[in-house]
């Protein structure tokens, strides 16, 4: 997985970047298959914003977080990246399985 991490308006400090790093360990522990993660991390006025896409197979995921605090849009936009990536993950689970669990599912 290659993780790129940059700040618009805002340093990038040792901290920031470990703690998206450890943050982002939770998506690749669900779902193995991630092969670019793109951050971007912003200040507007009074607004600290979080973008995240996260390449996989045959799809980009983009989700993006705004609060007050940079470490609690940081944590937002984890939980809503973990939902996006599980919604993907079932539906690539749903979509390979095979003709007879298709009709044996229908039956019951």
């Known amino acids: 997985m290659n993780l790129q991490i940059s700040g618009h ?9 470990d703690y998206v790093t450890n943050k982002l360990e939770r998506v690749t522990r669900h779902f193995d298959h991630v092969i670019d993660v793109n951050v971007i991390l912003s200040v507007e006025k009074l607004k600290q914003k979080a973008e995240v896409t996260v390449h ?8 993006e977080s705004d609060d007050a605090d940079l470490y609690a849009a940081i944590d937002n936009l984890v939980d809503k990246l973990d939902r996006q990536v599980q ?22």
């Open 87 to 108: 919604k993907y993950k079932q539906k690539m689970q749903d979509h390979h399985r095979s003709d007879k669990e298709a009709v044996r599912s229908l039956a019951e």
């Open 56 to 63: 996989v197979r045959g799809k980009d995921i983009f989700v």
């Open 9 to 17: 308006h805002l340093d990038v400090t040792p901290a920031i970047r």
